[in-house]
């Protein structure tokens, strides 16, 4: 009798238990983000970075990191978008040498194409493709009217809705040349429902984005306010992708060079961070913040990050 007491007791404690434990797994959540880890100069070798160098936390909650993988070789899979203001200034023109270099420039298997920011839509001149000559079939100056870009959060969330391509190890590296102004909403606006919806939408499809600043024409020339203010916002969605701004000032940059270099050594010096999380329920966005214990590089990671429930393969 003892025997079967001490039995039945094992058994009631277990199914006591097995909510617990069940809630717990439902609250597991796992994500993955692309980190850029610059070495202290120019010209050395990419940073031996390991697991044990990264402290991460997602929703001010630590996380544990379960893999972090270089992208090169075999993982260096890279998907770029160029996308264009649409309306964009002629003088643009002096810039297409320096883009053409880039995308030639890019590594043998990366996939690439062009596309213009019209009405609120991504019109891309072709498929994703490592065709260098093909791709750059599409690079011409914009031909569209004064201010018909209307807002490029439009824009970056109809990309990221309709992203050319399903390879899912493919990182998806997009440049927007824009001067970030949201015509539907000029102010300085922090909660911009546009800017927001981009956001989400971007880190949802794992969109890095990157900007590069250039005067829109627009229906009339834009403010300094309304420039400002524009910068201010692309500067919300690099931020919260991982990307960057490349901004200089009010005035158009005299070439592109500096920065598209710059945005391909990024490309060379690239990790995938996989990690592990509390998710309360359904898959959601998340804060994230990562540190990188030796000093001296400059790392870039996503402040934003989509988490999904541990076990199921992320898109």
Known sequence: MKRAAITVGVILGALLLAPAIFAQ??????GSAIVTILPKHEGDSSVDAAPKDLSLKTNGKEAT???WTPLRGDRGGLEVV???DGSARSSLGRQLDDISQFVQSLPPNARA?????ENGNAALSGPLTTDRA????GLHIPAGSAGSNGSPYFALSDLAKRWPSDD????REVLMVTNGVDEYNRRLDLDDPYVQAAVNDAVRARIILYAIYWRDQGRVDQTQYANNAGQNLIQIVTDATGGKNFWIGSGNPVSFQPFLEELNRRFRNQYELSFSTRLNGKPEIQT???KFSAPGNEVTAPQQVYVGHAGVAQN
């Open 82 to 84: 160029v996308l264009i």
């Open 134 to 137: 093909a791709a750059l079939r």
């Open 25 to 30: 797994g439902e609250k597991e959540g796992q």
């Open 65 to 67: 990191v379960s893999k």
């Open 113 to 117: 194409t062009i596309g213009y920011m």
């Open 288 to 290: 994230m913040r990562l």
């Open 168 to 171: 899912a190890s493919a990182r």
